[in-house]
């Protein structure tokens, strides 16, 4: 390769890797996490709370303590809590009944809500319209958990997200 060639490769990888997420209207595309609510809820350093998309952990807060609950809501804090976190959103429906923003969460370059569904923390949960387009890869998340008993599949007799 001539210098020129490998300059230019060298300028267009620079240049796609420090490409900026576009914004959304959904909010923010960095936050910092203050706390995790419970398994499947978050609330970030600016007060705002965020719901992960298409995941429903079993329930720990309001006088519940449902199975599995406080092993999911453990997880989900052990990965976020006072950590940089990457936000995306399914434009479709920003938030929820209860005005929570919904979104998809990595942090470190974990996908948080995958990794909620595939070690057996979560059942799906299809708000709609959001998350429509990845419903069915997290249903397949689910379905392999169930199957190899991960997570709450194999320690629960009653799942009560299911």
């Not at 230019?8 to 959304?24: E, Y």
């Not at 809820?41 to 406080?70: A, I, S, W």
């Amino acid at each position: 390769m001539t210098t020129r060639a490998l300059t230019l490769a060298l300028a267009v990888a620079a240049a796609s890797c420090g490409t900026p997420t576009p914004p959304s209207a959904c909010g923010p595309s960095t936050a910092t996490v203050a706390r995790a609510v419970d398994g499947d809820t978050l609330e970030l350093t600016d007060g705002k709370k965020v719901r992960l998309l298409l995941v429903d952990t079993p329930e720990t807060t309001n006088g519940k303590t449902d199975c599995f609950g406080q092993q999911a809501a453990q997880f989900t804090a052990d990965k976020v809590t006072g950590k940089p976190i990457e936000l995306s959103y399914d434009e479709a429906g920003c938030t929820d009944r209860y005005g929570r923003t919904l979104a998809y969460v990595k942090v470190g370059g974990l996908d948080l809500n995958r990794a909620l569904a595939e070690g057996g923390y979560a059942c799906v949960l299809y708000i709609s319209p959001a998350g429509k387009s990845r419903r069915e890869e997290f249903e397949i998340y689910e379905s392999q958990a169930k199957t190899s008993r991960a997570g709450m599949w194999g320690q629960c007799s009653t799942v009560t997200c299911e």
